[in-house]
Every structure is written in structure tokens, then in C-alpha cells.
């Protein structure tokens, strides 16, 4: 076991480096920043969709319980609450130019890090809680429409998909963007670094 801890202390030890220039950093960074943006714009129109889906649904159908327009205006404000979330954190990823201005660009990023972090945990929650909290209130009089074998699958297949999105898919997403923002800091701490020894 002792041979096992000097083994993995000198692996530890060894640092190897690596020659990069700060010109292809640059290169790779802008790829990897401008998949973020991409992802953070599609999120944000897809957030978007579901609003203007939802606030169409209530407005051209004709619901007689008032539990139904409780829970759509429910669910409405988490969403829109949530758009304004994403908004600003691609605000803060869109509005400084990272090849002119690296340190301000990593200080924008950290702060995009910690954002996604606070959103991934406790806003997340308050989120699932709202919109679940809505498709119960919806649910009251949409529910009454149909039968009891439809009634038990609707209400199951949403639980399990709130369930499946708040465990499996949560987790996945978040390990996936923790290591792929945490890369692109690595990246831009190379980058300043260089630039500093020039």
C-alpha cells in the first residue's frame, strides 16, 4: 500500500507541459465560446417557445374553472422568470470581446459559472415546485374531461417525466456544463497567463 501512495504522490508531482500558443488557445477558446453562446440563445428560444405556446393555448381556448387560469398563470410566471434568468446569464456571456479583453471575459465567466450553479440547485427547485404546482391547478378541470384509465396515465406520465427531468437529466446536464465551463476558465487562465509573460 506504501508503494501504491509513493506512486500516486510522484504521478501527482509530474507536470507536464504543454507549449500552446496563446494564438491557438484563442482559436480553440472561440469555438468552445461560441458553442455556450449557442447553447445559452437556443435555451433561452426554446423557453421562449413554450411561454408563447402556453399564453396561446390560454388564450384561444375556453376554460370555464378559474384553477385552470391559476395554474397557466403559474406556470407562465416560472417560465418567464426563468427566461429572464437565462437572458442575463447570456448577457453576461455575449457583452465583452474575450480576444480583446481575456481577464474581463474570465471574471464575466466565473460569474456565469457561479449563476449556472445557483440555477441548477436552488432555482431549479423553485421552478419544478411552480410548475408542478400549475399543472395541478390545470390539471383540475382538464382531468374531469377524461376518463379514469386516461386520468391515471396523464397524471403518471407527467410525474414520472417531472421526476425523470429533476434526477437523471438534471444531473447529466449539470456534470456536462460544470466540466465544459470549468475548462474554458482553465483555459482563459492559460491564455491571461501568456499574455502576461509577453
Known amino acids: 500500500m506504501q508503494a501504491f501512495d509513493q506512486i500516486q504522490e ?7 507541459e504543454v507549449k500552446v500558443s496563446a494564438d491557438e488557445m484563442l482559436q480553440q477558446v472561440k469555438k468552445e465560446v461560441n458553442g455556450l453562446k449557442l447553447k445559452s440563445a437556443l435555451n433561452i428560444l426554446g423557453m421562449l417557445a413554450s411561454f408563447i405556446a402556453i399564453a396561446v393555448l390560454w388564450v384561444f381556448f375556453h376554460f370555464e374553472s378559474w384553477t385552470t387560469h391559476i395554474g397557466i398563470s403559474i406556470t407562465l410566471l ?6 429572464l434568468i437565462l437572458y442575463r446569464d447570456h448577457r453576461l456571456i455575449s457583452k465583452s470581446d474575450y480576444t480583446l479583453h481575456p481577464n474581463e471575459y474570465l471574471s464575466d465567466l466565473r460569474v456565469y459559472q457561479l449563476n449556472r450553479y445557483k440555477l441548477y440547485n436552488s432555482l ?7 410548475l408542478s404546482l400549475g399543472l ?12 379514469i384509465t386516461m386520468t391515471i396515465v396523464a397524471v403518471s406520465f407527467t410525474f414520472l417525466w417531472i421526476l425523470f427531468c ?3 437529466l438534471r444531473n447529466a446536464v449539470i456534470k456536462r456544463e460544470k466540466e465544459r465551463i470549468s475548462l474554458l476558465i482553465e483555459k482563459f487562465e492559460r491564455i491571461s497567463a501568456q499574455i502576461s509573460m509577453q
Open 166 to 168: 429533476s434526477t437523471i
Open 124 to 130: 431549479y427547485w423553485f421552478y419544478t415546485v411552480a
Open 10 to 16: 510522484l504521478w501527482q508531482k509530474h507536470d507536464v
Open 78 to 83: 416560472a417560465i418567464g422568470v426563468y427566461i
Open 136 to 147: 395541478i391547478f390545470y390539471f383540475i378541470e382538464i382531468l374531469a374531461h377524461l376518463s
